[in-house]
């Protein structure tokens, strides 16, 4: 775990991304958004894409502006026909960001009523698919490929392909040079506007796939690491109860011999306290053995207070500057071993995230608790820090919330980092796992 030590504050332009990397943040977001891929998190109202429907709009829009009065003048229709028709086929790309459904079908019928109103037009006028008639066309099958399954920009190229033989045939007594190329004309680029829109489609799930994929990775790390941190506690901790219970067994079993003269009554208590011990120590071991894995057991005792010191020569032995004041007091075992993990987060997370700082460690007792408080001024260099787990703080706080203490971690005044953890010793019923 890293502690939230940061570099000191830089100027905004050395620190702050540019805005091509902002945008490359944003990617993922917009690209989810863009293919409609159901996201829990993120409301039907976002996942519509504001911007896209301002885009298909603002084409549609331009495509009637200029296709309707070209329909009316060109072709010789009504200026009613010409309007009703293009505004319906104009309007299917619109419909067809939301609704597959209703956007196909528009498409269809808006194109075959205006090759019905332009089918007497002059013979070199593109026929039956004019101009903004194809272009509107293949901006509808574009949108259906792009944001919806790719059978619908299929059923609608196919629907083209179709009226583009169908039409002619039943409305010309023969055929025209100029409408098989056109027909062609309008397949061709709406069967490429269909497969681009499918394979841009398929690159942008495959991205927000893998976006995916790299959270889900990230989380299951994370989840881990804590899983690891927390069997690495409760091992030490039940080392610590361990270490008590093999002592009060002993005490127990010996006692008749350490204190002659006993009455059978108190021998038979303290038998009975050997036994309940040994019985709670085999259970110990057991789950011990599990959580460690039985050819993996460590053997080393574990460090308490007296070990603190030390860690602090070791630690100044990396040039770092340290004020330390300790306690000789005698606490319970766990209690020794959770301040010196304390201290050792502390000072380890001042190494990687204050270089050149000075850190003072301070040990009190006051019969009743612990207080460890170690303090580090604001660092000298703007050194990138070291990377970490994330988890020494977190670990640091179920270790003294075991004891029933409390942690307090922060700034300080002068632009430092203060750790302090009270660990209660006075209160020996306290649970050691919560």
């Known amino acids: 775990m890293d502690h939230p030590h940061d570099a000191p504050p830089v100027p905004h332009s050395a620190t702050a991304p540019g805005r091509s990397e902002r945008r490359w943040r944003r990617l993922p977001r917009v690209l989810r958004s863009l293919t409609r891929l159901d996201v829990p998190t993120v409301s039907i109202a976002r996942r519509e894409v504001v911007w896209m429907w301002s885009l298909v709009s603002i084409a549609a829009v331009a495509l009637v502006a200029v296709g309707w009065p070209l329909t009316a003048s060109g072709y010789g229709t009504h200026p009613a026909a010409a309007m009703a028709w293009t505004l319906v086929h104009c309007a299917a790309a619109i419909l067809a960001v939301r609704w597959a459904w209703a956007g196909l079908p528009a498409s269809v019928a808006g194109a075959l009523g205006l090759m019905v109103v332009t089918a007497d037009a002059a013979p070199d006028w593109p026929w039956p698919w004019p101009v903004t008639v194809l272009l509107a066309h293949c901006l509808t099958v574009f949108v259906l490929a792009l944001r919806h399954a790719w059978y619908w920009a299929a059923a609608l190229w196919s629907a083209g392909a179709m009226l583009t033989v169908l039409v002619p045939t039943m409305l010309l007594d023969g055929p025209r040079e100029t409408t098989f190329a056109n027909g062609v004309v309008l397949v061709s680029l709406s069967g ?96 011990l053995g599990i959580l460690r894995g039985h050819d993996t057991a460590p053997t080393a005792p574990l460090p308490g207070l007296s070990d603190v010191a030390g860690l602090v020569e070791s630690t100044r032995a990396s040039g770092v500057e340290i004020a330390y004041a300790g306690t000789d007091a005698t606490v319970p075992d766990a209690v020794g071993l959770t301040g010196f993990r304390v201290v050792q987060e502390a000072l380890s997370n001042a190494l990687r995230h204050a270089p050149g700082s000075a850190v003072t460690v301070t040990i009190t007792d006051d019969r009743n608790a612990l207080l460890v408080r170690v303090t580090n001024s604001p660092p000298e260099r703007s050194d990138e820090p070291t990377p970490g787990a994330q988890l020494g703080l977190a670990g640091i706080r179920e270790r003294v919330a075991a004891l029933g203490g409390s942690v307090t971690a922060g700034r300080t005044r002068d632009g430092g980092f203060e750790l302090a953890a009270t660990l209660p010793v006075a209160d020996t019923d306290q649970p050691l796992l919560t």
């Open 192 to 287: 490429g506007f269909a497969l681009v829109g499918i394979i841009v489609r398929l690159w942008i799930l495959s991205l927000v796939r893998a976006e995916q994929a790299e959270r889900l990775t990230a989380a299951e790390t994370g989840r881990r690491q804590e899983l690891e941190e927390r069997n690495r506690i409760a091992r030490e901790l039940h080392d610590v109860v361990a270490h008590s219970m093999s002592v009060i067994t002993v005490q127990a079993s010996t006692a008749r011999y350490r204190q002659p003269g006993l009455d059978e009554a108190i021998q038979q208590e303290f038998e009975e306290i050997a036994a309940s011990s040994r019985r709670a120590l085999g259970e110990m071991r057991g789950l």
